[in-house]
């Protein structure tokens, strides 16, 4: 069975300093990962994704991801923090044919 | 023109009610979710429906019921609420159901059993 874990139920992080949102998942087979962000009263809004070919991946406003298939990671990054980008960011992961899995969130804090 | 609609927003009801959730997705996409995100933001996929026919079906109350009159639409009607059943809702789509595609969300149905 696919799961996905985050770690970290909070990152807090200085505005302009980098960031980063840690996502370990578990499947049998090749993963599809995803990253998506929840802004309060809001539904998901797609960041990212790896699918296959370069295992980093750049998305929507500035994130980048990097797949570490030996880790079995998928963590976000972002070099510069915005205060904007304070939100609740969520891992997921799929298999061909298969229904996506979502971590279980993690809150990030971008401090002014 | 948004991609995924929900309808209704709000939704307060007392315990033993039955009522419904609509979703519209103007995308063309074959394949549609109901998913619902606890109070601690945990996200659980209910439904999967791929042009119109039910894919998956998780361990869900058979309270929950889903229907699909046409791919653009995944309505979701709920009998004998429950105190339980308080959480958002949120209806999502895929242009396939193959798994490697983004899916879409809507702004969610926040559902409320008193």
């Known amino acids: 069975a696919q799961s996905v874990a985050q770690p970290e139920d909070q990152v807090n992080v200085a505005e302009g300093n980098p960031l980063t949102v840690k996502c370990t998942y578990s499947v049998s087979g090749n993963p599809y990962l995803f990253w998506y962000v929840q802004y309060p009263n809001r539904g998901l809004q797609f960041l990212l994704k790896y699918i296959t070919g370069d295992n980093l991946v750049k998305g929507s406003y500035g994130f980048e991801a990097e797949f570490n298939k030996s880790q079995t990671s998928f963590h976000l990054k972002k070099p510069s923090a915005l205060v904007s980008d304070s939100a609740l960011y969520f891992c997921a992961v799929s298999i061909y044919g298969q229904n996506f899995v979502f971590g279980p969130g993690t809150r990030l804090s971008v401090l002014p | 023109d948004t991609a995924v609609s929900q309808t209704p927003k709000y939704l307060v009801t007392q315990m033993g009610n039955d009522k419904s959730i609509k979703c519209e997705q103007n995308?063309?996409?074959?394949?549609m979710y109901w998913y619902k995100q606890d109070s601690k933001k945990f996200l659980k996929i209910m439904f999967s429906y791929n042009n119109k026919e039910l894919i998956i079906n998780e361990t869900v109350p058979n309270r929950f019921s889903p229907k699909s009159p046409d791919k653009a639409h995944l309505n979701l009607h709920i009998n004998s609420l429950e105190l339980g059943d308080s959480a958002v809702y949120f209806c999502?789509?895929?242009?396939?159901?193959?798994?490697?595609?983004?899916?879409?969300f809507g702004p969610g149905t926040r559902l409320t059993v008193t």
């Open positions: 995308l063309g996409h074959d394949t």
């Open positions: 999502a789509s895929t242009p396939t159901g193959r798994g490697m595609d983004e899916q879409y």
